[in-house]
């Protein structure tokens, strides 16, 4: 069965540090990985994706992610936080031979701190 | 402007009183779904439309219908509302099935009483 972990429920860092949101999976197959923001009030919005390819893929307001196969883990990473970038974050998988289901981790709140 | 727009945004109710929150997309995505967000619990998928006329179950449908009678629409229909179907409901799109990026609605917070 697939599944998400996102092992802490709340990352804080301060503005201008470089921020990691961790995320590990367990899908059979190859994984279809992505990220999710949400901002205070809104629905989830789609920051990047991985299905194939180099494993370090970049996204939507300077994020990227790293994929590790032997770790299972697709950590979203910024170089330098912005106090902007507070929100809750979704890690989410889905695979090749399941193209109806998208499985959600329970999210981490990021807090960046001026 | 690509979206997806549910309907209502904030609604309270009684026990037992049908209601229907509505999901409209104008971006002629084939898949649409509904998910709800509770704390801890990340989201979860209540249902799924592949196409129109064509629906089915995600992990947590108890209390739940839904219809996809047009490709725009996919309508979440809570017959007879219980307190733990308090919640916040999302409806999403996607061109091409859960793998690819989906698109979220705003987002309809349920409390019943």
């Known amino acids: 069965a697939q599944s998400v972990a996102q092992p802490e429920d709340q990352v804080n860092v301060a503005e201008g540090n470089p921020l990691t949101v961790k995320c590990t999976y367990s899908?059979?197959?190859?994984?279809?990985l992505f990220w999710y923001v949400q901002y205070p009030n809104r629905g989830l919005q789609f920051l990047l994706k991985y299905i194939t390819g180099d494993n370090l893929v970049k996204g939507s307001y300077g994020f990227e992610a790293e994929f590790n196969k032997s770790q299972t883990s697709f950590h979203l990473k910024k170089p330098s936080a912005l106090v902007s970038d507070s929100a809750l974050y979704f890690c989410?998988?889905?695979?090749?031979?399941?193209?109806?289901?998208?499985?959600f981790g329970t999210g981490t709140l990021l807090a960046v701190q001026p | 402007e690509a979206q997806v727009t549910q309907n209502p945004r904030y609604l309270i109710t009684v026990t037992g009183k049908k209601l229907t929150v509505t999901c409209s997309q104008n971006m002629n995505h084939e898949y649409m779904s509904w998910y709800r967000q509770d704390p801890g619990l990340g989201l979860r998928q209540i249902y799924y439309?592949?196409?129109?006329?064509?629906?089915d179950k995600g992990d947590v449908p108890e209390g739940y219908k839904v219809s996809r009678k047009e490709k725009r629409n996919f309508p979440l229909i809570l017959e007879s509302p219980s307190p733990n179907q308090t919640s916040l409901y999302f409806c999403?799109?996607?061109?091409?099935?859960?793998?690819?990026?989906?698109?979220f609605g705003q987002g309809t917070r349920l409390t019943v009483v």
């Open positions: 439309s592949m196409n129109v006329e064509v629906t």
């Open positions: 989410a998988v889905s695979s090749p031979g399941a193209t109806n289901k998208l499985i």
């Open positions: 999403a799109s996607s061109l091409g099935g859960a793998n690819t990026e989906a698109f």
């Open positions: 899908v059979s197959g190859n994984p279809y």
